[in-house]
T-cell receptor, first 112, second 112 residues
Framework: DVKVTQSSRYLVKRTGEKVFLECVQD?????MFWYRQDPGLGLRLIYF???????EKGDIPEGYSVSREKKERFSLILESASTNQTSMYLC???????????FGEGSRLTVL | GENVEQHPSTLSVQEGDSAVIKCTYS??????FPWYKQELGKGPQLIID?????GEKKDQRIAVTLNKTAKHFSLHITETQPEDSAVYFC???????????FGRGTSLIVHP
């Protein structure tokens, strides 16, 4: 089975802190994604990556950056967390031949 | 870019009834339409998808229909069971990029 693991299920941070959300997949997929999930707003794409060291902005990249130093690992970085970044963050990898996304269980971030 | 509208936002049915969730999309170049189910505390999981060269696809109690002319696609669940209770997301993607745009989600509640 494909496994996408997000390192932290729950995080509480203070405004202005730097936050790292880590994601690892075990299926050698090229494509990886970070989404933000908020009630009533669905899944909104923050960033995605086609390959190591490659990144593309999604629909809501402001306030976020990403890092992909190794194929299996895709990190989301909040340089200076703000309260409006309190949300559920979902990482996914993609089977390129079919388009299917495999999601992690999510990281719920609270910024105080 | 692509815009996906999903209705209803909440759907409550009795066990055994059918449930229908409808989505519209804006980009006529979209040709891949997946549906994801998100159970409480988990990441979304693909349950069925359809491509633009097909009008309907079935998998046991779930089916998806696609009307490319009207830019509509729908998820049909027959003989609903309590374990069908979840949030369902439709999505649309185009070309070879497979970068999906998601609808806002439908919370399906199946009452025993």
């Amino acid at each position: 089975d494909v496994k996408v693991t997000q390192s932290s299920r729950y995080l509480v941070k203070r405004t202005g802190e730097k936050v790292f959300l880590e994601c690892v997949q075990d299926m050698d997929h090229e494509n990886m994604f970070w989404y933000r999930q908020d009630p009533g707003l669905g899944l909104r794409l923050i960033y995605f990556s086609y390959d190591v060291k490659m990144k593309e902005k999604g629909d809501i990249p402001e306030g976020y950056s990403v890092s992909r130093e190794k194929k299996e690992r895709f990190s989301l970085i909040l340089e200076s967390a703000s309260t409006n970044q309190t949300s559920m963050y979902l990482c996914a990898s993609q089977r390129e031949t079919t388009g299917e996304l495999f999601f992690g269980e999510g990281s719920r971030l609270t910024v105080l | 870019g692509e815009n996906v509208e999903q209705h209803p936002s909440t759907l409550s049915v009795q066990e055994g009834d059918s449930a229908v969730i409808k989505c519209t999309y804006s980009d006529s170049a979209s040709n891949y339409f997946p549906w994801y189910k998100q159970e409480l505390g988990k990441g979304p999981q693909l349950i069925i998808d359809i491509r633009s060269n097909v009008g309907e696809k079935k998998d046991q109690r779930i089916a998806v229909t696609l009307n490319k002319t009207a830019k509509h696609f729908s998820l049909h669940i027959t003989e609903t069971q309590p374990e069908d209770s979840a949030v369902y997301f439709c999505a649309a993607a185009s070309g070879g990029s497979y970068i999906p745009t998601f609808g806002r989600g439908t919370s399906l509640i199946v009452h025993p």
